[in-house]
Each structure stands twice: as C-alpha cells, then as structure tokens.
C-alpha cells in the first residue's frame, strides 16, 4: 500500500504597508556613510547609495554596512544623481537624506510609524504623497541654529522627481503632509564639516551657471543668495553672514509672488540676523517684522523676532505680553503653521521671557524663567550670571540663592560647582565663589 506525501500548505506571506527605501548620492563620505546608514537600518526595506567618484573608502564602508552601491559619473547636476538613485529603488516610500543628515532613533520610529499609519488609512493615503518636516541644522557643539522645513520623505512616484542643477527641489508640490514631531539633523553646515573643501565656492559657482541659463529665475536667485549667505558666515562665524549681492537677490525674494514660503522666510531670517546688532537700524527691524507677520500670519516665529526687538528697546511691557501669548499658543495647540525656530529650540523664548522679567524688575518671573532656561542648558553663563545678580541685588542670602540653584545645579559636583562660583565671582559676590570653590576642593581631595 503506497502512502500519499502530505502536501505542505503554501503560505502566503504579506508584504508591509511600507517599504521604505533610503536612497542617498555620495562622494567622499567616510566621516559621515556609517551613522548615515545606521539610524535607519532597523526600519528600511533597502538602501541605495550612489557614489558620484569617491577617492577614499565611502563604496567600501557602505558595502560592509549592506548597502546596495551604485555608481554615477558626476555632471555637476545633483538632480540627475538623485533621480538615478530614486531609480534603483523599489520600495513603495522614499527616504532622501544626504550623507551629513540623520534622524534620531526615537524619530526613526516615529517616521516608520506614521508612514504605516498613512498607508492603512484611506483618506491619508490619498492626501499624502510627500511628508514635510523641520531640519535642524546643527553647529561644532552640536547645538541647533537654525531651522527650515525640508521634503525628504515621499512615495515612489513616477511624477515626483529632482528638477535643478543644484539647491534641487522635488518637482510635485501638492498633497503634502506637514509634521513638526520628526525633525532631520544635517552638520553639513558646521564649520568644521567645510574645513578643506571646497563646497562653497561649488555651490555659488554651479548657480551662476544656473542663473546665466535662466537670469529672472527667482528661485536660482534665492539659492544663490542662501549660497552667498553661508560663505560669508563659514569665511567669518563670528559675523553676521551679510553679503552685498545676498542682499539684492534676497531683496527680490521678500517682493516675490511665487517664491516658496521656506525660501522667502530665510530672506527675512537674512535681514533680521544682519541688523540686530545695529541700534540704530531697529525701526527697519521692526518694520520688517510687521511685514513678515502680515506674509506669515499663522507663524509664530516673527512675532518672537518682533518681542526680541522690543526686548533690545526696553519695551519690556509690550514683549512680555507677546511672548506669554506664544507662551500660551504653544503650550494649547501643536498646529503652529509654518512656526519652527521657537519649537525646535523653546530655550530661545524663555530667554526672551527672562530678559522682560529682568527688565521689569519681576523678581518672581526672573526666579522661574532663568530656572526653566538653566533646566534646559546649564552652562549657559550669560543666564547664570546676570541671575545671580538679580538675586544678590534683590537681597537673597547664600543660602537662598543655592536653594533656588540646585533645582539645577549639583552642589556634590565639583564642576557644577566651580561654574557657580566663577558666576559669583564676576557678580562680586567674592566670599561666595570663595566658599563654593572651596567645597568643590575638598570633593576633589585638594
């Protein structure tokens, strides 16, 4: 009697909702390749990385990590490199971030998570084709200064593709979701990551030959200027990164009619940051932030640079009132519009507070904003020391002043402690620095 084979059951595995592919052009990456490829490791369906001729070990690192490697000859047109690498790909979303950029692990998530719940909810999948964040461009140390809302995540649609030499742009422009809980960290912009290169000089040099092609093309214009305006902060960090044809072409911008709203907030960014420092050019400051707020009604960013210049003219009355009406709004809702420096970065108003309580003589609010401020960055002397001032001027013992400063401080740490008495120091208070420096001997066995 023969005996009948048991058939196994096929079974049929479903593909995810989301198959993410990170997709990047390099060239001579091999400081940034490994954490490039690294915070989405867990949470992509492929990587591609296109190399545009590295000379050092970018293919053979990316290689060693998985990475699918392809080559491109390099034509000074970073849009035909993007699209070759969109090409590669073949998963149903797209990550598109450069070799200087990466998410953080808890966004990495975050990202996974919420293209799922775009793909299984009808109506959001067919509203949402590109999702929108903030990156956040970080310095040497490691700290934010500066924010802009870039498209770096989107489907892989025949339609959306890179257009522009450089300063490329995604050609669709609608169905675009906006998320400000997920945010790109890019230290392409850190002085050091320029040291020995020449980016710079490429970058202003490959948008003349843009510009030459198409001279009334606004958009080259606002890039080029972005351009001008980089170079001149990385040729003089301490400066205001004020270039005199920026200043034309980022003219032109403000005036636009069609210009994206990213490039036109940069140009008010532009102006801001180059007269600050100028007394005597703060009514065209503030004249410039009444008009950014009529262009920007829903962002709450201007109405911070506007108490900042009431700030710095001892209005201290009018600013306050702003800013704890952005206090407020932020605190009420997550829709902010187009808001991101004071939501990337909320040290920025509460130091705005702290200097209106300082100004009103608002002991209590000096005490709970200069604490909100130190919670979030401690070694911020310029805080620490005028508020050690406010404090000893306001007649607080020794004693109450540590109280209040260990809420932040720990007074066992000797370098907490040492950077308290260099602030009691310069605040006169010599006796204090002198007792604070001395416990922080002994802790260390002096």
Not at 244 to 271: G, Q
Not at 337 to 363: R, V
Request: charged share 30%; glycine share 4%.
């Amino acid at each position: 009697m023969s005996k009948k084979k048991k058939q196994k059951k096929k079974t049929h595995v479903q593909k995810p909702a989301v198959q993410l592919s990170q997709c990047m052009i390099v060239k001579n990456e091999e400081k940034n390749i490994e954490n490039a490829l690294s915070w989405a490791k867990d949470i992509t369906y492929e990587q591609i990385v296109v190399d545009t001729g590295s000379t050092d070990r970018t293919v053979e690192l990316a290689e060693k990590m998985g990475a699918k490697v392809f080559h491109f000859e390099w034509i000074n047109d970073f849009s035909a490199a993007k699209n070759y690498a969109i090409e590669q790909a073949t998963g149903n979303w797209i990550a598109f971030l450069d070799a200087d950029e990466y998410c953080t692990p808890e966004d990495a998530e975050k990202l996974i998570t919420l293209l799922n719940k775009i793909e299984k909810n009808p109506e959001l999948r067919n509203e949402t084709a590109i999702v929108s964040t903030p990156l956040i461009n970080l310095d040497d140390q490691n700290k934010a200064f500066s924010v802009y809302r870039q498209r770096r995540f989107f489907r892989n649609l025949n339609e959306i593709r890179y257009q522009g030499r450089i300063h490329e742009a995604l050609t669709s422009l609608d169905r675009v979701t906006n998320i400000d809980d997920i945010s790109i960290m890019h230290t392409g912009y850190a002085v050091s990551a320029y040291k020995g290169t020449s980016k710079t000089e490429r970058n202003v040099e490959l948008l003349r030959a843009e510009l030459a092609d198409r001279p009334d093309d606004i958009f080259i214009k606002a890039y080029l200027a972005d351009s001008l305006n980089n170079k001149a902060k990385l040729e003089n960090p301490e400066g205001s990164g004020a270039d005199p044809e920026a200043d034309i072409l980022f003219e032109e911008v403000i005036n636009s009619s069609i210009i994206t709203r990213v490039m036109k907030k940069k140009a008010y960014m532009y102006f801001m940051q180059k007269i600050i420092g100028d007394p005597d050019e703060y009514p065209e400051y503030e004249e410039l932030c009444t008009k950014a707020i009529d262009d920007f009604n829903d962002d709450l960013d201007f109405e911070y640079m506007y108490a900042c210049i009431l700030n710095k003219k001892g209005k201290y009355e009018k600013a306050w009132e702003i800013l704890r009406k952005l206090e407020s709004a932020l605190s009420e809702s997550t829709d902010h519009g187009e808001t991101i420096y004071i939501k990337a970065d909320p040290g920025l108003l509460y130091e705005q507070m702290l200097g209106s309580a300082q100004g009103l003589s608002d002991i209590g609010n000096v005490i709970n904003y200069a604490t909100v401020v130190l919670m979030l960055d401690k070694t911020k002397d310029r805080i620490l020391n005028p508020y050690i001032s406010t404090l000893m001027k306001n007649g607080a013992s020794e004693e109450e002043i540590i109280d209040l400063l260990a809420k932040v401080y720990d007074f066992n740490d000797p370098g907490d402690l040492m950077q308290i008495a260099r602030a009691a120091k310069s605040c006169g208070a010599i006796e204090f620095a002198g007792n604070l420096m001395k416990i922080a001997g002994e802790l260390l066995g002096y």
